[in-house]
């Protein structure tokens, strides 16, 4: 209990630093509610300090963030914690815009700011569509959205008509995380790619009770390690929060194989670099591998990763399921045992692949390399249309 108290005390001497800001200096807030959320934000955060010289704040639950030890002074960081200081945070708010990459404001228990007109923008942090992955009503209480692709701007139009809700302001962005992963792709692959021709699959599946990780994933790493393939698990944030018994239990069976590895650092994307193929399910992690490093995946037909039960309402396809099969193959999980002869498969028909990935990256992703220069200008834009309001 007493490492509890002071660590509450703590949370809330930082949630008062914060608050003890002048307001000019609360114009720019970001919020992190984990680590991961800094792929999404660090090269935004970077155009906005670097480039156009403005000042953020960043305002995180996460005790491990690698951006609290920033030296950069334009940038103040603050640690709040889960609990009371993070919903005192959020009641309290005062700040012209607040970036976060958290769905369902309003919903549960992170709500809008009673006391001040906060304008909150949403940035996705997976390629996903809105209307399946997401709860039904996940974006409805923000201001704008930074959008991946026309695809989601139109899934939010259809929401707003279905549901008679207030248009937001839909802003044609793209996906930092996508950009970034391009150029580790075009300046690391030759610098760091060694000669080991053996076949490294990387297994990275979604969370949930119908997810390949919960259901039948000790056996998928057996076939594929049988098959004297190299094989790197990736389990989702989700499952290292939720999993750690199973993720342990699987590290010991394996981990004296040498073809085997558990990724357990995700800022690392060396193993999205250097594999082949992705097996995944209904994992956002698939369109990144795909779209960022051209690459196909072998999905295994687990039920939908779904969380609004009114999905089909919306007449969009959303992008998980549209384009799976031209992207790569799609097999039953009563098939896993022809993973081998499908992995062979993949390879053999990788240029075609390619090619087709590049096209659909091309037709569906808005602003490819250029996302954090029109985040940012987005952003400064807001900022001056409510100074001028």
């Known amino acids: ?70 030296s950069n002074k334009k940038i103040k960081t603050f640690y709040i914690g889960e609990g009371v200081a993070r919903t005192k945070f959020f009641l309290n708010l005062q700040a012209d815009i607040l970036i976060m990459t958290m769905p369902d404001l309003e919903i549960f228990h992170i709500k809008r700011s009673k006391i001040y007109p906060v304008h909150y923008i949403y940035i996705f942090h997976a390629m996903v ?68 021709k053996q076949t490294q699959i990387l297994l990275a599946p979604s969370w949930g009770k119908n997810g390949l990780f919960e259901t039948n994933i000790e056996e998928i790493i057996e076939i594929i390690l049988n098959s004297d393939y190299k094989v790197v698990l990736r389990p989702h944030p989700m499952s290292f929060k939720l999993s750690q018994k199973k993720i342990k239990s699987i590290d010991k069976k394996f981990s004296s194989n040498s073809n085997f590895k558990l990724e357990v650092d995700l800022s690392d994307f060396n193993s999205f ?20 490093f051209e690459k196909p995946i072998l999905y295994i037909d687990v039920p939908k990763k779904n969380h609004n039960s009114d999905f089909e309402k919306i007449p969009e396809i959303p992008i998980e399921i549209s384009i799976r099969e031209k992207i790569g193959k799609i097999i039953s999980p009563s098939k896993i045992k022809s993973i081998p002869n499908e992995i062979e498969k993949l390879k053999q028909q990788s240029p075609e692949i390619k090619k087709e990935i590049k096209k659909i990256r091309e037709n569906k992703i808005f602003n490819i390399r250029n996302s954090k220069k029109i985040a940012a200008e987005q952003i400064i834009k807001l900022l001056d249309e409510l100074k001028n309001k």
């Open 273 to 292: 670099l250097f594999s082949d193929i992705m097996i995944s399910d209904w994992s956002g992690a698939a369109l990144e591998f795909a779209f960022a």
């Open 129 to 196: 569509s809105t209307h399946l992955v997401y709860r039904k009503n996940a974006f409805d209480h923000f201001d704008s959205i930074f959008c991946v692709g026309e695809y989601q701007i139109n899934e939010i139009k259809s929401a707003e008509k279905n549901y008679n809700l207030k248009p937001k302001n839909l802003i044609r962005c793209g996906y930092t995380h996508l950009d970034n992963l391009i150029k580790k792709n075009t300046i690391e692959y030759e610098s760091k790619k060694n000669n080991d």
């Open 1 to 70: 209990m007493k490492f509890l108290d002071i660590s509450l005390g703590s949370e809330l001497n930082e949630l008062k630093r914060f608050e003890s800001l002048k307001q000019e200096e609360r114009k720019i807030v970001f919020y992190s509610e984990n680590k991961n959320s800094v792929f999404i934000f660090e090269s935004l955060i970077n155009e906005l300090v670097n480039v156009h010289n403005y000042d953020i704040c960043y305002v995180t639950s996460s005790r491990d963030e690698p951006l609290l030890k920033t």
